[in-house]
C-alpha cells in the first residue's frame, strides 16, 4: 500500500495493580473526599488544579502539561457492572473483553489480527517486558516480545559456532524442526508458530536499535526504559501499530503517598521524554498512548493505604487526540457507591471501542464483543 | 541393565520431583526400582542437606544477600545441587502458590528465609504450614497484614488467603474475606530496625494481643471468636481446600491445566486423577507427603511425559546439571539466576500474587528465543563437564551411522522421546555432516563436534521445550 499518510499507532500503558482514582484526578473542592481521605489524600497545598473541581498531583506537573496543550483525553468512571476485587479476574476482563465467562483470546491481539488479516508482519503488535500479556495472545496472531531489545536474535549466544556459515546453517535446520506438521496437537504448533515468529522478528526488530539516535535523555527507570524502546521501534518505521507495555505496582494498600507519588512521577517524566522523542523525529502526530488500570481503589483509605475499589479512569494522550474531560466523575455520596466502591459509569468495551473505530479504523464489534457507547476523544 | 523404557520413566520422574538428572545416574536410580525412588525424594530428611556454612564460606557474599540477583542465586546453587531434589522442588511449588514478591518486600534476606520455610514444612501438613505463611514476615509485609488492625480492617491478606491460597473464587463470600482479615488483626512484625546505615535486617513475627480483634466472627458458616489458627482449621475442613491445593499440584508436577483464574467455572482435565489426589489429602488429613506419594505412583503421573511446558527454572537448572556446567562452588550462578529473570521467571519476585502464569503463557518470541539460546549455548559447548561426558558416552559405542548417533545423543540427553518432524530435521543434519568415528585426532576433533552441534539442536527443538 503507498500513501504518504501514515498508520496510526496505539500504545498502551497498563497501570498493574489498581491506580487510585481519586488520588490520580483529584476532586479537591469536594468535601466528600477529605471526609473519606483523612489519611490517604493530595493535601490542598500540593494539589495541582484542573478546574475548580479536579486537580492532578502537583508533581506530575509534565502530565498536566500535556493536558493543557490540549492532547489529553481523561475518560471518567471507566469499569464495568459487577467489578470483582480482584485483580487477576479484573485484569483477564481488561484483557479479554468477557466481563461474564472467563475470555481465551486477547482484545489486543484481535486488533492485530484486522489490522494484519494474514499476519505478514510479527512486528504488527510488539510488547516490552517481561512475559506477554493476556492482551495479546491469541493462536494464530504473531506478535513479538521483547525483554532487551539489544540483544534479540535465535542462536546469538552459541559461542561455539565457528562462523556465521554454520549459525546460518542451524538456523536452517531451526526454521524446518519448528515447521507446521501435521497431528503434533495444539501446544507444539503454538511452539512451532512462535518459534517462525522470533526468528522473522529478530531479523527485522534488530535494525531498530542500530538507527536510533536521539538527543532526548530518558529517566533510568523501567516505564521511562520501556517508552524509549518503543520510540526506537516506533522510529525505525516497521510498521508496528500496537506497543504495549506496563508500570506498576500500583496495589497501595499500605503506606500509599509516597510509592503512588513516585509512580507517577515516573510516568509523568517518561511521557514528557517519549512525546519529545517523536516530536525531534517529526513521528509523533500518528501516535496515541492510552493508560488504564484493572479498577480503582475503595474511597475510604483505611490509614495508610487503600483496598480495591471498582470504577476508574483512563488516559488518552496524543497530538491528534481531543483533550478535556469525557463522561462523569462517579458520585462520592455514600448512597451512591457499590460496596464503597465508585460506582463505574461508563463501559471500558466502549472506551477500547472507540479507539478501535475511531483511530484505528476497524469494526469495534468483534473485537469487543459487542456495541458499546462510543467518545471522541480522538 | 533397565529397559530404555524404565530409564526414560526414570528421568521423567525425576525431572518433575527435581530437575533432572544426568543420564548415567538415571542408571542407578532405575536399578533402585521406581516406587523405592519415590520413597526416597519423600524423605529428604534421609539425605545430607546443603551445609549452608561451608556453602557461605565458599560463596562470599551470599549470606544474608542484601539484593537481586545473589539472593536469587542461592536458591538457584542449591537447586543445583541438592540431594534433596523433592525438597527444594517443593519449595518452587509453594512459592509459586504463595507468590511473595520482592518488588515491594524489598528485603531480600526475608524472603530467603521464607524459601527455607517452605523446605522445613513444605512436606508436612497442610494446616500448619497456612499457619507458618500467616507468621511469615515476608508475607505479612507483601499482603499488609501489619497495617490490618482492630477497628480498622486491611483485608488483602484475608482476601488473598481465600481466593489464591487456599479456597479459589466463588467458594467464599465478601463477608467471609472480612472476617477472615479481622481473625488476623494483630499478627504482625516487631519494629523494623532502620536499613540505614547497616542494611537490611530480619524481620520478626510478632503477635500483638492489644491489636486482636476479640468480638465474634462468623466466618465460613463457623461462629466464634476466631484467632488466625482458627481460620485456618476451618479453611483446611472446606472441602474445596483439598480440590484446590490438588489442582495447583496436578498443574505443578503432571500437566498443564487452564488458568488458576477459570478454575471457579473450567473443570480439570482429568478429574478422576484431581479426586484420588483428594482422597488422598483427606484420608491424611492433609498430610502433603501423602498426596504427594499418591501422585508420583498413578498412573496419571507415569503417563504424563512431556505434558507440561518447563518453567524457566525448570529448563536452566535441568540444562545446566546435565551439561555439568554449574557444579558446586564456582562463580555464575548469578547469571543463572539472571537469566531466570529474562525467560521471565524472575525468582523471589513474581509478578504479582497470582504467581507465575504457566503452561504456553510461558511461551512468547521472545521467552522461547531466550529459551533456545540458553539450552543451546550451554548444551552445545563442548568444553563443558558434563557435554565431554555425554560425548564420551556417544563414543563409548564406537563408530556409529548418523542415524545411531541421533539415536545415541536423544538417549543422553534424556532418554528424549521427539516428534518426527525434529526427528526428520535431525536424521537430515547428521546425514550431511555423517558417520561419527573415532580412529585418528581429526576424526575425534570432527566426531565430537558433530555431536555438539546435534545437542544444539536438541537444545533447540520444541520437544525440549516439555519438562
Known amino acids: 500500500m503507498t500513501s504518504t499518510k501514515k498508520d496510526p499507532v496505539l500504545v498502551i500503558l497498563q497501570l498493574t495493580g489498581a491506580n487510585d482514582y481519586l488520588n490520580t484526578i483529584v476532586p479537591y473542592t469536594n468535601s466528600l473526599y477529605w471526609d ?28 498536566k502539561d500535556i493536558y493543557d496543550k490540549g492532547n489529553m483525553a481523561i475518560i471518567h468512571g471507566v469499569g464495568f457492572q459487577n467489578s470483582p476485587r480482584s485483580h487477576f479476574r479484573a485484569m483477564d476482563i481488561w484483557h479479554t473483553c468477557e466481563p461474564e465467562s472467563i475470555g481465551i483470546d486477547g ?22 517486558g517481561q512475559g506477554l500479556p493476556r492482551a495479546m495472545a491469541m493462536r494464530g496472531v504473531p506478535v513479538t516480545s521483547v525483554n532487551n531489545l539489544a540483544t534479540y536474535g535465535v542462536f546469538s549466544s552459541v559461542r561455539s559456532l565457528a562462523s556465521e556459515d554454520e549459525r546460518t546453517q542451524l538456523l536452517d535446520s531451526f526454521a524446518r524442526m519448528y515447521a507446521p506438521a501435521i497431528g503434533t496437537g495444539p501446544t507444539m504448533e503454538y511452539l512451532g508458530q512462535t518459534g517462525l515468529d522470533a526468528l522473522k522478528g529478530a531479523d527485522v526488530i534488530k535494525l531498530a536499535p542500530e538507527r536510533y539516535s536521539s ?8 516505564i521511562a526504559k520501556s517508552l524509549k524502546d518503543v520510540a526506537q521501534v516506533h522510529l525505525a518505521d516497521l510498521g508496528t501499530q500496537v506497543f504495549y507495555t506496563s508500570h506498576g505496582p500500583f496495589d497501595t494498600h499500605f503506606d500509599q503517598s509516597g510509592s503512588h507519588a513516585k509512580l507517577w512521577i515516573e510516568i509523568s517524566g517518561a511521557l514528557d521524554s517519549f512525546f519529545a522523542d517523536l516530536k525531534e523525529h517529526n513521528a509523533s502526530e500518528n501516535v496515541v498512548v492510552m493508560l488504564f488500570s484493572e479498577f480503582g481503589r475503595r474511597v475510604k483509605d483505611n490509614g495508610t493505604g487503600t483496598d480495591h475499589g471498582a470504577a476508574g479512569a483512563a488516559f488518552v494522550i496524543g497530538d491528534r487526540v481531543n483533550g478535556g474531560m469525557y463522561g462523569e466523575y462517579p458520585s462520592l455520596k455514600t448512597e451512591d457507591l457499590t460496596q464503597g466502591d465508585l460506582a463505574p459509569n461508563y463501559d471500558f468495551r466502549g472506551f477500547y471501542a472507540s479507539l478501535v473505530d475511531k483511530w484505528l479504523g476497524l469494526d469495534p464489534i468483534p473485537i469487543v464483543g459487542g456495541k458499546f457507547e462510543q467518545m471522541s476523544f480522538v | 541393565m533397565p529397559e530404555r523404557q524404565e ?69 538457584v546453587f542449591r537447586m543445583v545441587n541438592t540431594k534433596r531434589p523433592l525438597e527444594e522442588k517443593m519449595a518452587l511449588f509453594w512459592h509459586q502458590l504463595f507468590a511473595t514478591s520482592n518488588a515491594k518486600v524489598d528485603n531480600p534476606p526475608e524472603l530467603t528465609r521464607q524459601i527455607a520455610m517452605f523446605r522445613e514444612f513444605g512436606m508436612g501438613n497442610y494446616r500448619d504450614l497456612l499457619v507458618e505463611l500467616a507468621k511469615s514476615p515476608a508475607m505479612i509485609f507483601w499482603l499488609d497484614n501489619h497495617g490490618n488492625h482492630d477497628g480498622a480492617t486491611n483485608e488483602n491478606w484475608g482476601r488473598e488467603l481465600l481466593e489464591l491460597f487456599s479456597l479459589g473464587e466463588g467458594n467464599y463470600t465478601e463477608d467471609d474475606v ?9 499478627w504482625s512484625i516487631a519494629p523494623k530496625i532502620p536499613r540505614n546505615p547497616l542494611g537490611r535486617f530480619y524481620w520478626r513475627f510478632e503477635y500483638k494481643p492489644e491489636d486482636h480483634d476479640e468480638e465474634e466472627k462468623t466466618f465460613l458458616g463457623h461462629t466464634g471468636n476466631f484467632n488466625g489458627e482458627d481460620i485456618m482449621e476451618i479453611i483446611v475442613n472446606q472441602p474445596a481446600s483439598p480440590r484446590f491445593l490438588a489442582r495447583h499440584l496436578y498443574r505443578f508436577f503432571v500437566a498443564d491445566e487452564p488458568a488458576v483464574s477459570s478454575w471457579n467455572t473450567t473443570p480439570p482435565n482429568d478429574p478422576e486423577a484431581i479426586d484420588l489426589l483428594v482422597n488422598a489429602y483427606n484420608e491424611s488429613e492433609g498430610d502433603i507427603r501423602s498426596i504427594l506419594r499418591v501422585l508420583f505412583n498413578s498412573n496419571f503421573f507415569k503417563n504424563s ?28 550462578y548469578n547469571n543463572l539466576a539472571l537469566e531466570c529473570g529474562w525467560q521471565g521467571q524472575e525468582l523471589l519476585n513474581p509478578p504479582s500474587v497470582e504467581g507465575w502464569h504457566t503452561g504456553t503463557a510461558w511461551i512468547d518470541a521472545g521467552a522461547l528465543m531466550r529459551r533456545v539460546n540458553f539450552a543451546a549455548g550451554v548444551l552445545g559447548d563442548t568444553s563443558q563437564p558434563g557435554v565431554r561426558a555425554m560425548i564420551n558416552w556417544v563414543r563409548s559405542a564406537g563408530a556409529i551411522t548418523p542415524q545411531q548417533s541421533i539415536a545415541a545423543c536423544l538417549d ?56
Not at chain 1, 494539589?47 to 506530575?60: G, M
Not at chain 1, 482484545?107 to 516490552?128: Q, S
Not at chain 1, 538527543?215 to 523501567?222: G, H, L, R
Not at chain 2, 532405575?30 to 551445609?51: F, K, R, S, T
Open chain 2, 178 to 186: 472480612q472476617n477472615a482479615a479481622r481473625a488476623f488483626t494483630g
Open chain 1, 107 to 128: 482484545w489486543v491481539a484481535k486488533v492485530i489480527r484486522d489490522l494484519d488479516p494474514n499476519g505478514e508482519n510479527v512486528l504488527k503488535g510488539v510488547n516490552f
Open chain 2, 7 to 75: 530409564i526414560a520413566l526414570m528421568s521423567h520422574l525425576m525431572r518433575r520431583a527435581g530437575f533432572g538428572e544426568p543420564r548415567w545416574e538415571l542408571d542407578v536410580r532405575a536399578e533402585q526400582g521406581y516406587e523405592a525412588v519415590v520413597e526416597e525424594l519423600l524423605h529428604p530428611e534421609n539425605q545430607p542437606a546443603i551445609n549452608d556454612e561451608l556453602m557461605y564460606r565458599m560463596l562470599p557474599g551470599y549470606e544474608g544477600a542484601q539484593a537481586p540477583p545473589i539472593n536469587q542465586a542461592d536458591w
Open chain 1, 36 to 63: 473519606n481521605r483523612p489519611k490517604v489524600n493530595i493535601p490542598q497545598d500540593l494539589v495541582l488544579p484542573i478546574d475548580d473541581e479536579l486537580a492532578f498531583r502537583s508533581e506530575v506537573e509534565q502530565f
Open chain 1, 215 to 222: 538527543t532526548i535523555e530518558y529517566a533510568n527507570n523501567a
Open chain 2, 305 to 332: 511425559q512431556y505434558a507440561r511446558v518447563k518453567s524457566p527454572a525448570e529448563l536452566i537448572v535441568g540444562t545446566v546439571k546435565i551439561a555439568g556446567s554449574h557444579q558446586g562452588f564456582r562463580p555464575g
Open chain 2, 412 to 467: 543422553v540427553m534424556g532418554p528424549l522421546t521427539v516428534s518426527d518432524s525434529t526427528l526428520r530435521e535431525l536424521l537430515t543434519h547428521a546425514l550431511k555432516s555423517g558417520d561419527l568415528v573415532w580412529d585418528s585426532d581429526e576424526a575425534v576433533a570432527g566426531s565430537e563436534k558433530k555431536i555438539g552441534k546435534i545437542l544444539t539442536l536438541i537444545a533447540a527443538s520444541r520437544d525440549y521445550q516439555f519438562a
